[in-house]
Nanobody, 125 residues
Framework: QVQLVESGGGLVQVGGSLTLTCVAS????????MEWYRQAPGKERELVAG???????NYADSVKDRFTITRDNAANTGYLKMNSLKPEDTAVYYC???????????????????WGQGTQVTVSS
């Protein structure tokens, strides 16, 4: 059993900063990609940032130069540092991972895409 737990969301004023944390725990063999998505009310979920196990990153245009994604492979933990926050950044932020995990029913690690429960970020103007 593997789970992702996000933390670090909250209420912040325009121009402020927050750091989100995503901790993966359980029977992990390897995590290839860690990504952050967000979903605002009435909108579709969108990719915010992603990072591979080798450290290659990608960002949505709307957050480039303001957000930074990092990860600690040894700790199976990912971070999203958000600076210069804007009201349009208000959303529920979700952590997602793609990787290989041990299963009680398979002799080798199996691939799975996992999601956390989400953490609310609200930017007030």
């Amino acid at each position: 059993q593997v789970q992702l737990v996000e933390s670090g969301g909250g209420l912040v004023q325009v121009g402020g900063s927050l750091t989100l944390t995503c901790v993966a725990s359980g029977s992990i063999f390897s995590i290839d990609a860690m990504e952050w998505y967000r979903q605002a009310p009435g909108k579709e979920r969108e990719l915010v940032a992603g990072i591979t196990s080798g450290g290659t990153t990608n960002y949505a245009d709307s957050v480039k130069d303001r957000f930074t994604i990092t990860r600690d492979n040894a700790a199976n933990t990912g971070y999203l540092k958000m600076n210069s926050l804007k009201p349009e950044d208000t959303a529920v932020y979700y952590c997602s991972t793609r990787g290989y995990y041990y299963s009680d029913y398979e002799p080798i690690p199996v691939f799975a895409a996992l999601w956390g429960q989400g953490t609310q970020v609200t930017v007030s103007s």
